[in-house]
């Protein structure tokens, strides 16, 4: 979703401020556009579009002087796609430029009333009005800040801003509240970014501005305020992402590169926290007291982190032997949801920002639950603000499909779920032990997977299928889990219209959909639905449709029945969804390169998407 960079130095700064957009690109925006202050007056660039056309419009940047500025990409939420809508939005009298992440519910409010007064609005944004308020509330004395806190007490809504004004030419300030916005730190240069990966190549040192803080930076100074205009102390956080783990690496796809990151991601997710047959959970405080307590688990996410929770039900409820439900966030936090004090809620967030994930955290916390994240990005709003972190630590992620984020989430959930049936004595201490090799030995099965055989059979099928208009996927247990993802996978990505199944509900309609040619893959890795799973590809096959099977090797009957076969290596039936994942994430990838789609930043998409 929008993205934001800003930049406060000695260099020219839409340079360095294009940069920062190509690499916010990944969040998913339409347009995009720079202000920079020159000589008393704020300059501005938009374009509708890709950020490549913006770069030519101004030719690199360097068509637009002046050394403090702020960059945009925009996500449509108020108003079309187009040069008009997109940001930096002015003040009517030129002095203040703004942009910004999140939504402003009162604008239309404050929008009328500076109608009345005069204003002239020149877009549809909801973002417009944050500029004319700034003019409306500035008394002309070069005082920002106290304009900034003014401004703060008639917003309501969540946003990230970053501001520039005419009469403090060195300046770079930024506010936020519910959306995510970092400082960072550099040598005679400062910055302000929606997230770390924009700022990167220039600093690893970052300051996380809370809700309600108002920063103040110059090239050589960053100042924090609370709401109140008073100065409040921040710690810096060192990042040590590397920057080349942002880039694609000689990969054709950031979704490409990150499915075969996958190896070294689940071996950082995993390794650290499993000392000989032990597990330790370091990092969340799951005392003996608390675990013999609890008696029902909540797992909130969105998206693929909601199938990662899916699976995390499966095995939670299996070797623990407690309730488990796991539910979408933005479900969630409208259902009034029975919580308390012996359920453990995991939210999960590869971002840690997914505005309705964020709101779930809140809402169970108030309820006098203890909240466990499981989460990718470092400090995130989501990380900061659970009880405890189960950092998935699966580096930065780009593509907007995940792909990295999903299986090391899945992995996480094994850990949490191993951890409590430890405690409660659910499970046998041979089964406890044989699970944790299986866990040890998932990062070389996946490396096996990425080996040019295995890609090329998933290439064969995805080759075949990728000119058809429908896909169906269909699994049993854990199988219907990983099907869900999958078929997100390919519709994401491809925008073949995919849908997964449990497949013993076909008969209940699904069915009249498949015909002649209609395909369906068919996940039959649990060994004991093998049978069930094979009356379930019959009845597919009875109607002529087409069925390419994942199964696992064991299932050496499953190739009579099917018109296509590929096979996971082979692994306990519970971790089976993190090599299944592995296939489909190619099948999806391979299906959309051959359909020439934009993979990495699929249409109206956003990678992180901070509204609700
Ligand atoms: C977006 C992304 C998905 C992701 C979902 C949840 O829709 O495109 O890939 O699964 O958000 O994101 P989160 O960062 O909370 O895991």
Known sequence: MCGIIGYTGTKQAAPVLLGGLKRLEYRGYDSSGIATVKDGKILTAKAKGKIAILDEKISGGTKLGGTVGIGHTRWATHGVPNEANAHPHRSADGRFAVVHNGIIENFFDIKSELTALGYAFASDTDTET???????????????????????????????????????????????????????????????????????????????????ETARITPDHAEFFDADGKPVKKQTTHIDWDIGSAEKSGYAHFMLKEIFDQPKALTDTLRPRIHGDKIVLDDIDFDSKYLDSLSAVDIVGCGSAYHAGIVGKHFIEKHCKIRVNCSLASEYIYSDPITGGD????????????????????????????????????????????????????????????????????????????????????????????????????????????????????????????????????????????????????????????????????????????????VTLALVTQSALYPKMENNIKAVKSREGTILAVSSPDNVKIAVHTDGLLTIPECDDDVSPVLTAVVLQLFAYYIALGRGCDIDQPRNLAKSVTVE
């Open 130 to 212: 944050v500029a004319m308020l700034l003019q409306h509330l500035y008394r002309g004395d070069g005082d920002v800040l106290s304009t900034i806190c003014a401004l703060q007490k008639r917003l309501c809504g969540s946003y990230a801003i970053g501001i520039v004004c005419a009469d403090t030419p060195d300046v770079l300030y930024a506010v936020r509240k519910d959306n995510p916005l970092v400082v960072g730190l550099g040598n005679g240069e400062n910055f302000i970014a929606s997230d770390v990966t924009a700022a990167l190549e220039h600093t690893h040192d970052f300051v996380l501005l809370g809700d309600g």
């Open 343 to 518: 359920v453990l809620t995991v939210i999960i967030s590869q971002s840690g920002e997914t505005a309705d994930t964020l709101a779930a955290l809140r809402l169970a916390k108030s309820r006098g639950s203890r909240t466990i994240a499981v989460v990718n990005v470092v400090e995130s709003a989501i990380a900061r603000e659970a009880d405890g972190v189960l950092y998935t630590h699966a580096g930065p992620e780009i593509a907007v499909a995940t792909t990295k984020g999903y299986t090391t989430q899945v992995a996480a959930l094994y850990l949490i779920g191993l951890k409590i049936a430890e405690r409660k004595r659910t499970v046998s201490d041979v089964k406890y032990k044989s699970l944790i090799r299986e866990l040890l030995a998932l990062s070389d099965k996946v490396r096996s997977q990425l080996s040019d055989e295995n890609i090329a059979a998933v290439k064969k099928y995805a080759d075949r299928f990728s000119s058809h208009k429908c896909v169906f996927f269909i699994g049993r247990g854990t199988d219907y889990a990983a099907s869900l993802e999958g078929a997100l996978k390919l519709k994401e990505i491809s925008y073949i219209h995919a849908e997964a199944y449990a497949a013993g509900e076909l008969k209940h309609g699904t069915i009249s959909l498949i015909e002649n040619g209609t």
